[in-house]
């Protein structure tokens, strides 16, 4: 079955510090992968997919497919970025997006 | 740019009445999903459709049901609702190779 992990509920950085947020995926088939965002009283919204291999808002995300990882990466922190980040996977069977239970980042100045 | 409406932001219900969560786009997506969202457990899907008439259950199911007669409108019915369905309910639209897009979500308490 497929499912994501996302191991940190909660990661609390200072502005200007390296980000990394984890993504862990179990899936059989070819996965196509995803980082959504919600920041504060807004709606969920894309942030990026792996096979756009693009960097927004400086974040990047490399599929890592001998790890089943997707982690999502940014060298320097800014106190906007603080919101609720989920991992997803798009899993074909089922034609469905599954989420991972999401992790808070806290950008500190 | 795709718009997801969610009729109502927050609604609060007593135990055992039928609610109703209504979604409208304007995009002419066929595929429509609700989630609920719940603190450390991320989003998990309830139900979607891919056409009009068309539903399949997601991963949590139980209690729920839902209605697309049309094309533009995804609803989710809580037949009986229970104080574990308070929650935040997702709409999202999803059509070939774009994103998911979501609606703002409606925060049902049930009390």
């Known amino acids: 079955a497929q499912r994501v992990t996302q191991p940190e509920k909660l990661l609390s950085v200072f502005k200007g510090a390296p980000v990394e947020l984890k993504c862990n995926y179990s899936y059989s088939g070819s996965p196509e992968l995803f980082w959504y965002v919600q920041y504060s009283r807004q709606r969920l919204q894309l942030l990026l997919r792996?096979?756009s291999r693009e960097s927004i808002k400086g974040f990047t995300a490399d599929l890592n497919k001998g790890e089943t990882s997707f982690h999502l990466k940014k060298p320097f922190a800014q106190e906007e970025d603080s919101a609720m980040y989920y991992c997803?996977?798009?899993?074909?069977?089922?034609?469905?997006?599954?989420f991972g239970a999401g992790t808070i980042l806290r950008v500190k100045s | 740019d795709v718009k997801v409406t969610q009729s109502s932001r927050y609604l609060v219900k007593r135990t055992g009445e039928k609610v109703f969560l209504e979604c409208v786009q304007d995009?002419?997506?066929?595929?429509m999903f609700w989630y609920r969202q719940d603190p450390g457990l991320g989003l998990r899907l309830i139900y979607f459709?891919?056409?009009?008439?068309?539903?399949e259950k997601g991963d949590i199911p139980e209690g729920y049901s839902v209605s697309r007669e049309k094309k533009e409108r995804f609803s989710l019915i809580l037949e009986s609702a229970s104080t574990n369905q308070t929650s935040m309910y997702l709409c999202?639209?999803?059509?070939?190779?774009?994103?998911?897009?979501f609606g703002n979500g409606t925060r049902l308490t049930v009390t």
């Open positions: 792996h096979i």
């Open positions: 997803a996977l798009w899993a074909e069977y089922g034609n469905k997006l599954v």
């Open positions: 999202a639209t999803w059509r070939g190779n774009s994103p998911l897009h």
């Open positions: 459709s891919y056409d009009v008439k068309m539903k």
């Open positions: 995009m002419d997506h066929e595929n």
